[in-house]
């Protein structure tokens, strides 16, 4: 009777294992699943194939995110369209008053920075700040445009008289001279946010730590 028992039980495991080669690997079921058509008749909707996709979780993007080691990232895309918009709101051949385009600056840096700064992305938002007022420094530059508006200017924002002359005199560029001391000492931080600029790295620290 023992024996039969163990005759029984060996039949069945290998009944089993044979059952389990021939099951469809995870790989298998996985290619199975990718054609859009097969989801289609499955779920009776019509999917969009290129906007459809089945990839690993750090290569997906979902509403402008993806994954990072585990965590919460901007996706590529959502970077490029953000200084996209960035470099529209700060052209520099804008013809309006800094005052009106820093509050339309500001208004879509609130709106974007209040759905975006949930990822983990704190110095990206540093990054960014940064990269934002200097091409702010630049639109200030280029709208003073004679050496003597531009050294005025400096010396009420408190420059010392000689760095004001050599920044007022220069033959750089906007871009260059948005980078020298004088300039950022002038149009500081601070200046700007008395302006109304508002910082990313502010509403990223403001949504995760109230």
């Known amino acids: ?41 499955a779920w009776k909707l019509k999917i969009n194939e290129e906007k459809s996709q089945v990839v690993p979780v750090d290569q997906s993007k979902f509403l402008g995110f993806t994954f990072n080691r585990g965590k919460i990232a901007w996706h590529t895309k959502t970077v490029e369209t953000f200084k996209r918009k960035v470099r529209r709101l700060t052209n520099r051949n804008w013809g309006i008053s800094m005052e009106v385009q820093i509050a339309k600056l500001s208004q879509f840096l609130r709106g974007w920075g209040n759905y975006f700064t949930i990822a983990n992305a704190y110095q990206q938002c540093v990054d960014l700040d940064h990269w934002i007022r200097r091409r702010i420094r630049m639109r200030y530059w280029k709208q003073w445009r004679k050496p003597r508006t531009k050294i005025k200017n400096l010396l009420r924002l408190k420059v010392p008289l000689k760095m004001a002359i050599d920044c007022g005199i220069t033959s750089k560029g906007p871009c260059r ?15 700007l946010a008395t302006q109304g600029l508002v910082s990313l790295r502010d509403i990223w620290v403001a949504v995760h730590y109230g």
């Open 177 to 191: 001279s948005s980078k020298t001391f004088g300039i950022q000492l002038g149009l500081s931080n601070e200046f």
């Open 1 to 41: 009777m023992n024996h039969l028992e163990t005759s029984e039980k060996s039949l069945k495991r290998d009944d089993e294992l044979q059952r389990e080669i021939k099951r469809p690997s995870n790989e298998d079921l996985f290619e199975q699943t990718l054609s859009a058509e097969n989801r289609s008749r």
